[in-house]
């Protein structure tokens, strides 16, 4: 009897000697294979109270105290930026770079927004125009406004976007807090998947363990990935829409195949079937039907409040690299946005001639944009405006 107990526990010690060594393992392959982990540090910011807002603290997504708070909070209206924020991200995991970005009391990654002096423009949008990867200055909507610096009508920019939020979300900003700033322009920063919120998200952790040991932070950031990549929807629960069908009906319309998709046609199709709850919904009528409704609520918004309306529209990186266009949701856009009449910016055609014109890559990830990709969407975004105001839309200051 003694003996089959110490045999029990040899055979116990040796498994957990084998587990403590392949984790050792497992760790240090990680510390030689993959990057510094990302850390996020939260704090409040002492410069007053969350003015224009009626945001609940109790409804904090990471926590009540700033400690262990994070970026984010959700409303009944949908998420925000929690208000007089400062954080600091190091390791950033898209751009590896050390990150600042601190929140005004509007929930708006912007200075403080004071009396205005000179045409202000919105910008609204998802993470794309929040860019919480780069420091202020090398977003795209901080470059418009020092590019504008330099030209005959200076403008002020103001950066109301969001990471993982949606069209819809951006209108409740823009009504929310957007309308109470007076913009003389309001720019909808347009991604493929503003159908419905992001399943790009990021969680914002800061355990001691997390930042110690690369095995679990990239361990969970992968069992995180695969859970919303097999979700429902991103929240993981049973999703309001109709996705199953609507990407049925896409794969009819797209037939999807193997191979290369920047070259072979129906290969890019499947990758839209595999990403058709993210960026690949757009190439679904349904998706169109369904938000088209909200850009024609952003133009009454338009003409209620006397801002000229306009939208940017960002591409996914598949469609910029490959040799052939497939622009369907472009031409999407182009209609509704003629039918409402909203002048428009499609990056697309840019993107593609940029891209083949420069060895410096534009993008981070499928949609992100590196600083050199900023700068030029910058460029482009101010000659747009230019083209606005040259054409007598409302880009000046009203008079006195």
């Known amino acids: 009897m003694d003996s089959t107990r110490r045999s029990v526990w040899r055979q116990l010690l040796l498994s957990a000697t084998a587990c403590a060594v392949a984790l050792l393992l497992g760790e240090l392959l990680c510390r030689v294979l993959l990057p510094v982990p990302q850390v996020v540090q939260v704090a409040a910011d002492p410069e007053g109270p969350a003015a224009g807002t009626d945001l609940d603290p109790a409804e904090f997504v990471f926590g009540r105290n700033p400690e262990q708070g994070g970026l984010y909070v959700n409303t009944s209206a949908g998420r925000r930026l929690r208000p007089n924020t400062h954080v600091r991200i190091r390791k950033h995991y898209l751009s590896r770079r050390e990150i600042e970005i601190r929140i005004n009391a509007r929930g708006y990654r912007n200075r403080t927004i004071s009396a205005k002096t000179k045409p202000r423009v919105l910008f609204l949008g998802d993470s794309i125009t929040f860019g919480d990867y780069l420091p202020e200055e090398e977003t795209f909507v901080r ?14 920019t103001v950066n109301a976007g969001i990471g993982a939020i949606g069209l819809q979300n951006a209108l409740s900003i823009l009504m929310e807090t957007g309308i109470g700033i007076d913009p003389d322009v309001v720019v909808i920063g347009f991604y493929l998947n503003d159908f419905r919120p992001s399943p790009g998200i990021t969680i914002l952790m800061d355990h001691p363990l997390m930042q110690r040991s690369r095995l679990l932070y990239h361990g969970n950031g ?20 109709p996705l199953s069908d609507w990407a049925r009906a896409v794969a009819t319309a797209f037939p999807p195949g193997f191979g290369d998709p920047a070259t072979d046609a129906a290969a890019f199709n499947g990758l839209i079937q595999e990403h058709f709850g993210d960026w690949g919904g757009a190439w679904s009528d349904a998706v169109w039907e369904r938000i088209t409704p909200v850009f024609a609520a952003f133009k009454r918004q338009a003409e209620q409040h006397g801002f000229q309306l306009a939208i940017v529209m960002f591409p996914v990186r598949l469609q910029v690299d490959a040799e052939f266009v497939n622009d369907y ?68 200051m009203p008079a006195d």
């Open 329 to 396: 949701p472009q031409q999407k856009m182009k209609a509704v946005a003629t039918s409402l009449d909203v002048p428009r910016l499609d990056l697309l055609p840019e993107l593609r001639q940029a891209s083949r014109e420069t060895a410096t890559p534009l993008f981070y990830d499928q949609c992100h944009h590196t600083p050199a990709g900023n700068r030029l969407i910058a460029a482009w975004i101010l000659t747009f405006l230019d083209q606005l105001a040259e054409s007598g839309r409302r880009t000046e």
């Open 222 to 241: 992968a069992l995180a990935r695969l859970r919303l990549r097999f979700a429902k929807n991103p929240d993981g629960g049973e999703s309001p829409l």
């Open 143 to 156: 470059r418009v406004e020092t590019l504008s610096a330099n030209g005959a009508r200076p403008l002020e």
